[in-house]
């Protein structure tokens, strides 16, 4: 089992920056590839931005690319999603996930999330 617990949401205006941060505990960590998603009130879950446990592969959302940025610390059991440039439609619930493997292939743990709320 993987557990994972987010930090760092809140509320932003339009414009402004936020890091989230999830560690991980349980098992081995650092073979997991991770992953964030968001889910928007009264929206299905939205694929945000992933990575393999190398980090040579990052996948994006393409209405995040270029503005949100995915980065992990092995080392700290420690995985980051910096945003940039928010907008009142980046409000949502952000998830941290991880995968079973070392590539991606889905998001199989998931934390309880963190709220983040962008004002115009």
């Known amino acids: 089992q993987v557990q994972l617990v987010e930090s760092g949401g809140g509320l932003v205006q339009a414009g402004a920056s936020l890091r989230l941060s999830c560690v991980a505990s349980?098992?081995?960590?650092?073979?997991?590839?991770m992953g964030w998603f968001r889910q928007a009130p009264g929206k299905e879950r939205e694929f945000v931005g992933a990575?393999?446990?190398?980090?040579?592969?990052?996948y994006y959302a393409d209405s995040v690319k270029g503005r949100f940025t995915f980065f992990r610390d092995n080392a700290r059991n420690m995985v980051y999603l910096q945003m940039n440039s928010l907008k009142p439609e980046d409000t949502a619930v952000y998830y941290c996930?991880?995968?079973?493997?070392?590539?991606?292939?889905?998001?199989?743990?998931w934390g309880q999330g963190t709220q983040v709320t962008v004002s115009s």
């Open positions: 349980g098992r081995t960590f650092s073979s997991n590839a």
């Open positions: 996930t991880a995968s079973y493997t070392t590539n991606w292939s889905g998001a199989h743990y």
């Open positions: 990575d393999n446990w190398s980090g040579g592969n990052t």
